[in-house]
């Protein structure tokens, strides 16, 4: 079975915290990783690309672990419009959405 | 810009009622899909098209159908409207090396409920 697995939370944390998802992914075939983002009620939308070698997008890192088959998602110095549920995304071989895998979710919630 | 557009964004339905969502996108995209997503279940695949007269099933197709037959539109029928079909409904398009580029342009979403 495909799956893509991450904690639900909620991950309650003050602004200016910083805070890591992980998403474990089970087929040693996935191509790609992705991070989604959607604000509560509303469309999901991409965040950024995994890559091997990890990348960084303002106060988002991204990294990914074959060997362990996780990748995570780091937010620094956390602002109240972080709050939102990130979406772990994976592709398996092709490009069709028939090969997409999104995980359920980690929601987090960011605190004055 | 438009983008993905839904039709309706509520709806309310009685058990045994027919209906069809509907879909548009105006980036000329290949591929077009829809997702449910439900409390705890995350957003799971219904049907997709990777083209125009194109479509196959995805995680969870049962009770849904579809049809591709312009690039721009991509409509989801219910057939026999069910309790458990109650959900929100997303519609996605997405240019075809989806593995590259991983993003997928979602529409804002159809909240369908079954009584």
């Known amino acids: 079975r495909k799956e893509v697995e991450q904690d639900p939370g909620p991950f309650n944390v003050p602004e200016g915290a910083t805070v890591a998802f992980n998403c474990t992914y089970s087929n040693s075939a996935s191509q790609s990783f992705f991070w989604y983002r959607q604000d509560c009620r509303k469309e999901p939308k991409l965040l950024m690309s995994v890559y091997s070698s990890g990348n960084e997008d303002g106060r988002f890192t991204a990294q990914l672990n074959r060997a362990s088959q996780y990748i995570s998602l780091l937010i620094r110095d956390s602002k109240l419009s972080d709050s939102a549920t990130y979406l772990c995304?994976?592709?398996?071989?092709?490009?069709?959405?028939?090969?997409?895998?999104f995980g359920k979710g980690t929601k987090l919630s960011v605190k004055p | 810009n438009a983008g993905v557009t839904q039709t309706p964004k509520f709806q309310v339905l009685k058990t045994g009622q027919s209906m069809t969502l509907q879909c548009a996108q105006d980036m000329n995209h290949e591929y077009m899909s829809w997702y449910r997503q439900d409390p705890g279940m995350g957003l799971r695949l219904i049907h997709y098209s990777v083209g125009a007269g194109i479509t196959d099933q995805g995680e969870v197709p049962n009770g849904y159908n579809v049809s591709r037959s312009t690039t721009e539109d991509f409509p989801l029928r219910l057939l026999s409207a069910a309790p458990s079909q109650t959900s929100v409904y997303f519609c996605?398009?997405?240019?075809?090396?989806?593995?590259?580029?991983?993003?997928?342009?979602f529409g804002e979403g159809s909240r369908l409920t079954v009584l």
């Open positions: 996605a398009s997405s240019y075809a090396d989806l593995a590259s580029t991983g993003e997928l342009f």
């Open positions: 995304v994976v592709t398996l071989y092709g490009g069709s959405q028939g090969n997409l895998i």
